[in-house]
């Protein structure tokens, strides 16, 4: 918990084998995946989009002069796969590291396609969010270029993780909000699933105190 705080991050190693993703995948119903492409008038403004979405003429007018970015894109499915259902020992653990009882997530399964990348960002601030847990569902390949996580930590340093099935990347947000940026993929595909945790409502109702501090723990890290 030390480190997680400090650093802003960990790495929770051996969580699961290629034989459970292979028994997820064959006990999954199918499901969609749909385009997240996003972008951004002189790095200001953003706007966030699917297929489906529609954008204003006056919307696009008022920035025409500005300078379009694309600051990610990549492919996302709200499929019923979660920490808690098909990653009981992931979710153990994270209960275990934050020293809570429950927790609430909204997980999505996120594919990298070649061509697919994040630009360098933070998560913001979302009330109860206490961290994101990133499930790698395959492992990059040898000789695969891109679909690098690239953390950018307090001191400046950067650090660079691969996707690896087994090891799950918890990012804290109770003391941090990292930067970081998913590097453009070019010749394989990346998958994921991101799944943002917050603390569940009786963890942080007022228990006789305004402190911010978990009823339960006084010790546990205020959160945003």
Known sequence: MKD???????????MYTEDDIEKL?????EFYLKP???????????LF???????????????????????QMFWQSNSNINLKNN?????????KVYNIKSFRENSNLQTYLPGSFIKSHDDGIVKNRFAVALTPLNTKPKGGVGGDLIL?????????LENKVGNVILLDFTKN???????????????VLVSFLFFE?????????????NPERPNLPKWH
């Open 25 to 29: 995948i064959s006990n999954t119903s």
């Open 177 to 191: 909000n990292l930067k970081h940026e998913v590097t453009k993929i070019k010749n394989w595909s990346r998958v």
């Open 87 to 95: 990653f009981k020992k992931i979710s153990e653990k994270i209960l």
């Open 4 to 14: 997680l705080l400090q650093n802003g991050y960990t790495i929770l190693e051996n």
């Open 36 to 46: 997240r492409f996003d972008f951004e008038f002189d790095n200001e403004i953003k």
């Open 152 to 160: 950018e930590l307090k001191d400046n340093t950067k650090v660079i």
């Open 201 to 213: 409502w009786y963890l942080y109702m007022s228990v006789g105190t305004n402190s911010g501090e």
């Open 49 to 71: 989009s699917d297929i489906s979405t529609n954008f204003s003429l006056s919307e696009i007018l008022i920035n025409m002069e500005k300078k379009i970015n694309t600051f």
